[in-house]
């Protein structure tokens, strides 16, 4: 074969991408593109933003990062701006390509796009799709994914005793590319969105990139030696190395599960192998389920039904939602977690847990907004780990349970000094924690005695929410 193009996707790395060693092994050259879509920008159907400033800058840095690699091995990143159904046809017939290369994604825009790309495809062109971003491929699966358990854990006991994880495929040393004009990767500015705010209270500073994911690794799994206890703190909410914050690199592809499966084995190799490094591939595991859930469900994971058909009654309540959104609800575990995303694009998962539930459980609120305002927010929004998560928490995703979270117990149990509650609101500080967690309960006295006014400090609690709570039990 002569000449192929790589389209690059949510797989922005030369490292374990078999799209791209596929090409570059089948052609004599290769053009790589990049096509940046006005479609990933713009408003939602629920009024949110479809990507917002922390994951745009995360995704130019990453193809800056994606540009840099591939000239070192002596190619280029080609950047085009327009819809991919256009774009790539257009690029393969102006380099009278043989074939192009893609990652495949199960969700449905994704589908709709690779299809648009196929079906455009000038006469002769093959289309060569490449499943890169699960840590088992999906033809591995010992049960096709229509057919698998909706349910997490007999899934993950199948594949854990009936298949293998492949082994990652080495990043090609050259990538010979022809001599065209490389383009820009757009600024922010050029792309209508603003440059986020930096805050020193951010976890991490989440740098785009294969570079910076790599970089990441290092220090989390082997300077720092934090693998060998991630199952005992994987629940912490402040800090860098409580968890391995590997997720938006691995929504954006630049890293791929598979290579750190490998890194992961080779430090239980080297140093440690015990429940806690097995726990890091547990969460990788959850990873997948929910990719091969939405192959399985598809649009099904957008409905307020859910995938079970639930039929339940979501109030459509937007000065509620808008509450919850700017972290201003009155009940400081929730605020200080959306603060947290709204300030640097990142919750942990504890966080996530709650705000989610407080929104679709105690409020009452149509989970899809939620769902859809964390997709705007999220430094490492995944489709599939997104509305799984939150179909799941809402009830009508892939547990049956009632699964809500008390989130003043969560509070009392995850942030006992109410240290979280006020590094994100400072407004709080000095209170005894049970305060800190519950401000509510201050009479007027103490009020002053604090310095903290409800109404005027901080906001009067929205709801009733220990109440709320002895209504639904627990
Ligand atoms: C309502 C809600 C929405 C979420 N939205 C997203 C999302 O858009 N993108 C995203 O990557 N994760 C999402 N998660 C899952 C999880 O919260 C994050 O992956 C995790 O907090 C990221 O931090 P970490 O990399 O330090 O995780 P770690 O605890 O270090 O876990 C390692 C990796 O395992 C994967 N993982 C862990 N937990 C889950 C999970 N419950 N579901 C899927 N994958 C998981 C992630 O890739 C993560 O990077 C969501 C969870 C909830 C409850």
């Known amino acids: 074969m002569e000449t192929a193009v790589v389209w690059f996707r949510d797989d922005l790395r030369v490292t374990d991408n078999p799209t791209l060693r596929d090409a570059v092994g089948d052609a004599d050259e290769v053009v790589p593109v990049s096509v940046v879509d006005p479609r990933n920008r713009g408003e939602t159907r629920y009024g949110t933003e479809k990507c917002g400033p922390h994951r745009a800058r995360f995704r130019r840095e990453s193809l800056l990062d994606l540009r840099a690699s591939l000239r070192e091995r002596g190619g280029e990143l080609f950047v085009r701006r327009g819809r991919p159904e256009s774009v790539v046809a257009e690029v393969a017939d102006s380099v009278d390509?043989?074939?192009?290369?893609?990652?495949?994604?199960?969700?449905?825009?994704?589908?709709?796009?690779?299809?648009?790309v196929r079906d455009a495809l000038?006469?002769?062109?093959?289309?060569?799709?490449?499943?890169?971003?699960?840590?088992?491929?999906?033809?591995?699966?010992?049960?096709?994914?229509d057919r698998i358990d909706d349910t997490f854990t007999p899934w993950r006991k199948e594949v854990e005793d009936g298949t293998e994880v492949r082994d990652p495929v080495a990043a090609p040393e050259t990538v010979p590319t022809p001599d065209l004009d490389p383009g820009e990767v757009p600024t922010l500015s050029a792309l209508g969105i603003d440059q986020p705010p930096s805050d020193d209270r951010a976890v991490?500073?989440?740098?785009?990139?294969?570079?910076?994911?790599?970089?990441?690794?290092?220090?989390?799994?082997?300077?720092?030696?934090?693998?060998?206890?991630?199952?005992?703190?994987?629940?912490?909410m402040l800090g860098a190395d409580y968890s391995s914050k590997f997720s938006a690199w691995l929504a954006a592809g630049c890293l791929s599960p598979r290579w750190l499966h490998a890194e992961i084995t080779r430090y239980e190799d080297e140093r440690v192998a015990n429940e806690d490094t097995y726990w890091l591939v547990f969460e990788l595991l959850w990873r997948d389920f929910f990719q091969f859930q939405f192959c399985k469900h598809g649009g099904d994971f957008f409905a307020p039904t859910g995938i079970r058909d639930v039929t339940k009654r979501w109030d459509r309540d937007r000065e509620a939602f808008e509450r919850w959104a700017r972290?201003?609800?009155?009940?400081?575990?929730?605020?200080?977690?959306?603060?947290?995303?709204?300030?640097?694009?990142?919750?942990?998962?504890?966080?996530?847990?709650?705000?989610?539930?407080?929104?679709?459980?105690?409020?009452?609120?149509d989970w899809r907004w939620g769902a859809a305002y964390f997709e705007e927010r999220l430094v490492d929004y995944d489709v599939a780990s997104n509305w799984g998560n939150w179909a799941y928490q809402a009830g009508v995703g892939n547990d049956s349970r009632d699964n809500h979270f008390n989130v003043l117990s969560?509070?009392?149990?995850?942030?006992?000094?109410?240290?979280?509650?006020?590094?994100?609101?400072?407004?709080?500080?000095?209170?005894?924690?049970?305060?800190?967690?519950?401000?509510?309960?201050?009479?007027?006295?103490e009020q002053t005695e604090y310095g903290v006014e409800l109404g005027s400090d901080y906001p009067r609690p929205m709801i009733d929410i220990e109440a709320r709570y002895a209504e639904l039990g627990g």
Not at 134 to 145: A, I
Not at 335 to 362: C, I, K, P, W
Not at 417 to 435: I, K, M, Q, R
Request: charged share 25%; no cysteine.
């Open 122 to 145: 000038p006469d002769g062109v093959a289309f060569e799709r490449r499943w890169t971003h699960t840590l088992y491929h999906v033809t591995d699966l010992p049960t096709p994914y």
């Open 410 to 445: 969560q509070a009392d149990r995850y942030d006992s000094g109410a240290d979280y509650v006020t590094t994100w609101l400072p407004e709080l500080e000095g209170l005894p924690p049970t305060y800190a967690h519950r401000p509510w309960r201050m009479d007027a006295e």
């Open 97 to 116: 390509a043989d074939a192009v290369y893609a990652q495949t994604k199960p969700a449905t825009e994704e589908f709709q796009r690779e299809y648009g």
């Open 204 to 236: 991490l500073p989440f740098e785009g990139g294969e570079s910076a994911g790599k970089r990441r690794v290092q220090q989390y799994i082997w300077e720092g030696d934090h693998l060998r206890e991630y199952k005992q703190t994987r629940n912490g």
């Open 327 to 365: 972290g201003e609800t009155g009940v400081p575990f929730v605020d200080a977690n959306m603060r947290e995303l709204n300030h640097t694009g990142y919750m942990s998962n504890r966080g996530r847990q709650n705000v989610a539930s407080f929104l679709a459980d105690a409020l009452g609120v």
